[in-house]
């Protein structure tokens, strides 16, 4: 894989340093407002990169990883979801074949852990058709695995999608508990503004961002 165009990068390093930033005041805002709902809203940077770079990377060294990783963002997907109950999405599905592989779904059920919360992930990946094949037929791969994240604190997960030639998906994750309306909005807000700040920094265009209909 060669390593991403220079504009690429500079996005690439944008999104990951929106998703890592807290939102100001949002923890003191939602201390004072009665709790009115108990959901979560999930942001994720999706990426695919070799298995070793996926192994090596932290939380520390991820602002790093577009310079010195060939890296390829699949998606910037978010979901508002319920405990204990599935929510899926489609993502980037357009009915041609991919080039490389590319993520056409997840889904997320969110558990309370001690102290932590507990995703259960499934992605499902688009695979190019192979080149040997007499015709050109693209296939599905899906994936499952958790993930423990905390309120509003960036998280790291790591699925290996192909092992015989050792790539793997690196997601990463930030969730926020939603206690009532006041909260999602102000999530949303300050993630709005995130995003545009990241962008004119880059100077470059947003990356596919999806999110479920009737969503703000």
């Not at 695995?145 to 990463?172: G, I, N």
Request: one cysteine or more.
């Amino acid at each position: 894989m060669r390593p991403p165009a220079t504009e690429s990068r500079a996005v690439l390093s944008e999104v990951l340093s929106a998703v890592s930033e807290q939102c100001p005041g949002l923890h003191e805002a939602q201390s004072a407002l009665p709790r009115t709902r108990d959901d979560l809203f999930v942001e994720a940077v999706v990426l695919e990169l070799s298995s070793e770079s996926a192994r090596e990377v932290s939380l520390t060294t991820l602002s790093e990883l577009p310079q010195t990783t060939p890296v390829r963002l699949l998606a910037v997907p978010h979901v508002f979801g319920t405990y204990e109950r599935q929510t899926e999405m489609v993502v980037g599905a357009n009915g041609t074949a991919p080039a490389e592989p590319s993520l056409v779904r997840w889904a997320i059920l969110p558990r309370r852990a001690d102290r932590a919360l507990v995703l259960e992930l499934e992605l499902e990946l688009e695979l190019p058709p192979q080149r040997s094949a007499p015709v050109a037929m693209t296939s599905r791969r899906t994936l499952k695995f958790a993930a423990t994240v905390r309120d509003d604190e960036p998280a790291l997960a790591r699925v290996e999608w192909d092992k015989a030639s050792r790539r793997s998906l690196l997601l990463l994750l930030r969730a926020f508990e939603v206690h009532g309306e006041e909260d999602l909005r102000a999530i949303f807000q300050c993630k709005m503004q995130q995003r545009a700040k990241a962008l004119r920094r880059a100077g470059g265009e947003p990356p596919r961002d999806n999110h479920p209909s009737g969503t703000p």
